[in-house]
């Protein structure tokens, strides 16, 4: 469990700071997938010159997230690993 947290965050690391300048293309979408369907993506259209962030659950509508929420959500994961891990420790 502590390694899918780690690859989660790892994604949500990297979407945070994606910067539009990441390709050349005029759009692009970079998305991370979990195994039970949660999909976290950064999507950008450079003629708007912004990029928006946003989560969704298999067929549910995409929810789309600020900058402060996904670094809150990073946070939320962030915390949920240590927990986990405190746990898992010898006592």
Same mark, same amino acid.
């Given at each position: 469990?502590?390694?899918?947290?780690?690859?989660?965050?790892a994604a949500l #690391?990297?979407?945070?700071?994606?910067?539009?300048?990441?390709?050349?293309?005029?759009? +692009?979408?970079?998305? +991370?997938?979990?195994?039970?369907?949660?999909?976290?993506?950064?999507?950008?259209?450079?003629?708007?010159?912004?990029?928006?962030?946003?989560?969704?659950?298999? #067929?549910?509508?995409?929810? +789309?997230?600020?900058?402060?929420?996904?670094?809150?959500?990073? =946070?939320?994961?962030?915390? =949920?690993?240590?927990?986990? =891990?405190?746990?898992?420790?010898?006592k």
């Amino acid at each position: 469990m502590t390694m899918k947290l780690i690859r989660l965050l790892a994604a949500l #690391d990297y979407l945070i700071k994606i910067k539009s300048d990441v390709t050349t293309l005029p759009s +692009f979408e970079a998305s +991370f997938t979990t195994k039970a369907g949660m999909k976290i993506a950064a999507n950008s259209v450079k003629r708007q010159g912004t990029i928006q962030c946003s989560m969704q659950y298999d #067929d549910h509508p995409r929810i +789309f997230l600020s900058s402060v929420q996904m670094s809150q959500l990073y =946070a939320l994961v962030d915390e =949920a690993r240590k927990n986990l =891990a405190a746990l898992k420790a010898p006592k």
